[in-house]
T-cell receptor
Framework: KAGVTQTPRYLIKTRGQQVTLSCSPI?????VSWYQQTPGQGLQFLFE???????NKGNFPGRFSGRQFSNSRSEMNVSTLELGDSALYLC?????????????FGPGTRLTVT | TQLLEQSPQFLSIQEGENLTVYCNSS?????LQWYRQEPGEGPVLLVT?????EVKKLKRLTFQFGDARKDSSLHITAAQPGDTGLYLC???????????FGQGTRLTINP
């Protein structure tokens, strides 16, 4: 079974631009979560989508948004990029294994804002 | 305030030594997961524990879930340089449908 895939793996953008990141979950998983990881703040939860609906949301400004499509693929958008948005953005999909939810991460998208 | 407290945050030891990483909380979790992450990559799921007192072994790694399901530990025997990485614990509270993560333990094994 293929794992979680994220595209692109690396991205360089300029302040003020916007960016869209893509995530394809493990086949059969309906939940997709997004995280931001930086050396200073660690792993921070952005939001989770389940069956095309945002189910949970972290404490990030409205510049960060996402959506999920009917095939469970998800996109995350960051508008008006700031230098502080430079980070590793991780997508994770969740599914049930023997009655327990397990979450699997993709390789991440490294975003650098200059 | 971190819901899951990991300790130590940094650990650097010599190859062949044993070590234990702790993940503590005042909350009860229905399940707890451990991940290892290497630089520039996503965290890789190592194990999920769900039953209080449960012990799971993965080669030289032993994971334990506390009896009250509020804490967990990861013990590595005879550490090797390949064990180097960031270890993260993550727990799901009953009905929360969301994982909360510890801040991580950065482990370095020196040859």
């Amino acid at each position: 079974k293929a794992g979680v895939t994220q595209t692109p793996r690396y991205l360089i953008k300029t302040r003020g631009q916007q960016v869209t990141l893509s995530c394809s979950p493990i086949s059969g998983h309906r939940s997709v979560s997004w995280y931001q990881q930086t050396p200073g703040q660690g792993l921070q939860f952005l939001f989770e989508y389940f069956s095309e609906t945002q189910r949970n949301k972290g404490n990030f400004p409205g510049r960060f948004s996402g959506r999920q499509f009917s095939n469970s693929r998800s996109e995350m958008n960051v508008s008006t990029l700031e230098l502080g948005d430079s980070a590793l953005y991780l997508c994770a999909s969740r599914g049930t294994v023997a009655g327990t939810y397990e979450q699997y991460f993709g390789p991440g998208t490294r975003l650098t804002v200059t | 305030t971190q819901l899951l407290e990991q300790s130590p945050q940094f650990l650097s030891i010599q190859e062949g030594e044993n070590l234990t990483v702790y993940c503590n909380s005042s909350s009860v979790f229905s399940s707890l997961q451990w991940y290892r992450q290497e630089p520039g990559e996503g965290p890789v799921l190592l194990v999920t524990v769900v039953t209080g007192g449960e012990v799971k072994k993965l080669k030289r790694l032993t994971f334990q879930f506390g009896d009250a399901r509020k804490d967990s530990s990861l013990h590595i025997t005879a550490a090797q340089p390949g064990d180097t990485g960031l270890y993260l614990c993550a727990g799901e509270r009953q009905g929360a449908q969301k994982l909360v993560f510890g801040q991580g333990t950065r482990l370095t094994i020196n040859p």
